[in-house]
């Protein structure tokens, strides 16, 4: 099959939010930490009523719904996510009752989990599956969903929930391209859940900002090298660089760390340039020509630098794509797809057509991907993948705004009741979105039912 890729999109965010400038007075924290200093503007959570099952629930309903997709022309599914109910069974086994009317029980794929990077991972099997001998006509989904919540502190504003669905087959608008995946991984103790009987992660802040650009630096180079292999540059280019992204998205944590990314990768097109062409290619950088990567991860100056000179490139190919981080917060595996869909949804999104778009991937512990997406040239096939994203905007607007005191609140009932059995959700429905699953009920042995609103 020709032309792997994503074929349809569905996403969701919870129908409530915290505002950040609320949440910055209510934690006694300075005027503009949460808002400027990380780029965050509303924190979508989830109360009593919903959890990683019922958010998967939701988003594939919604995309089968929404794109009048056959439940029985699916033959792969694979969720990524890091919230998890149950150290056994798969939130793909539960998603299987949406199935059950259509007989389709021949369906291969389970979960996928490794911090925020398990969308990817399931993204590229899912990928895989389509190319491979195992392949048998029909169409792969990919689902990713997290609940992101932190304890008390300096992180919880860096929260969020969200969940998001893509169809994977041939002929694509979105085509993934072949042969130039760069992947980076390896053993760190950044983020990560130790305690089973917690929501919350065990987290490094500030080792965690440092594995993540040093992933990016990592994958950005290896990608680079093997695009200038694979695709075609101009006469007489020999290296891949920032330039013939059209588009670059992040796995967003908080915005301000993918403005920082942005002008990483600035950093690093700059390392590799020649010391010779650098007082022409760079005026007034030639004092930076001996910086190392490894130790710049907080450096101030060079940070500034390089945040100045890529600013224009920031507006023009990232901005975009973080109307969702921004206004949602971090999703953890959804997030670089809640990326895509901003980009998808935004202005810039008629110029896209044969376009390319990068994409890194980031998951603490850790595992780390940079790939590269082709826009289809076709103007209808990609209108008609957009055209089903263009309620995002105006039901980001109709979320409930809630006090950080109720937040709080909703937060401490998680914390009390997660793992509860039996229980009862005590949240009301009536706030849900239409066509929500919610939470029913958990019975003595730990089963869990579901309804819709
Ligand atoms: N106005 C404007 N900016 C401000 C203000 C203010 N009043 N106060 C602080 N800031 C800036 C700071 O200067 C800093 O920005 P800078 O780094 O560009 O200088 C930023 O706001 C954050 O302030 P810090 O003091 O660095 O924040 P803190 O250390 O309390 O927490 C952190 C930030 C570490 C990101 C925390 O929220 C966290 O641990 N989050 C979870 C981990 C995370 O998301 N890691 C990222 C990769 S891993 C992953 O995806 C989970």
Redesign the pocket.
């Known amino acids: 099959p020709e032309n792997v890729g994503i074929r349809a999109i569905e996403l969701i965010f919870p129908s409530q939010y915290v505002d950040q400038t609320e949440l ?1 007075k209510y934690d006694g ?10 780029g965050q503007a509303k924190m979508g959570f989830c109360g009593d009523r919903e959890d990683i099952n019922s958010l998967c629930l939701t988003v594939v309903s919604k995309l089968m719904e929404r794109n009048n997709i056959d439940y029985g022309s699916i033959g792969h599914l694979e969720v990524g996510t890091e919230t998890l109910l149950d150290k056994s069974k798969s939130v793909k086994s539960v998603l299987m009752q949406l199935f059950e009317k259509s007989g389709n029980t021949d369906i291969e794929g389970v979960d996928t989990i490794n ?2 990077y398990g969308g990817t991972a399931a993204l590229f099997n899912a990928v895989s599956w389509v190319e491979s001998s195992a392949w048998d006509g029909r169409f792969a989904l990919v689902v990713a969903g997290d609940i ?1 919540v ?1 304890a008390k ?6 929260g969020g929930a969200g969940a998001i669905a893509m169809l994977i087959g041939p002929d694509a608008p979105l085509v993934m391209e072949r042969g130039v995946r760069a992947s980076y991984m390896r053993h760190a103790y ?2 990560y859940k130790p305690d089973l009987s917690s929501q919350y ?1 065990t ?4 080792l ?2 440092q ?2 650009l040093s992933a990016l630096d990592h994958c950005y180079q290896l990608y680079c090298s093997k695009a200038a292999k694979m695709l075609p540059l101009e006469n007489g280019v020999k290296r891949f660089q920032l330039n013939y992204f059209d588009a670059v998205l992040f ?4 915005c ?2 993918v403005q ?1 990314s942005l002008a990483r990768l600035m950093l690093n097109d700059f390392i590799l340039t020649d010391k010779k062409e650098i007082p022409t290619k760079y005026p007034g950088f030639e004092k930076f020509s001996d910086v190392k990567l490894e130790e710049t991860y ?1 450096d ?1 100056d060079v ?1 500034k630098a390089f945040m100045d000179l890529s600013k224009k490139v920031f507006e023009e190919k990232t901005k975009p794509s973080l109307l969702l981080a921004n206004q949602v917060g ?1 999703m ?1 595996t959804p ?1 670089l797809y809640g990326g895509l869909v901003s980009l998808l949804i935004s202005k810039n999104s008629d110029m896209l057509t044969g376009k390319r778009v990068g994409l890194f991937s ?3 512990g850790l595992a780390s991907s940079m790939y590269s997406i082709r826009v289809t040239n076709d103007v209808s096939a990609f209108e008609n993948l957009t055209k089903n994203l263009s309620h995002i905007k105006p039901l980001l607007e109709k979320r409930r705004c809630i006090s950080p005191e109720e937040f709080t609140k909703m937060m401490e009932l998680r914390e009390r009741t997660h793992h509860k059995a039996p229980y009862a959700p005590e949240g009301p429905i009536d706030g849900l979105f239409p066509g929500t699953w919610y939470l029913h009920e958990i019975d003595d042995m730990h089963r869990r039912t579901y309804k819709r609103v």
Do not use: M, Q, W
């Open positions: 910055e924290v300075s005027e503009g930490k949460y808002t400027i200093g990380l911090a925020c992101a932190y502190g300096s992180a919880r504003p860096t950044d983020f992660p987290v490094d802040g500030k965690s900002i594995c993540y796995h967003s944590p908080y301000k760390l920082k907080f101030r940070e971090n953890y997030s980031y998951g603490s």
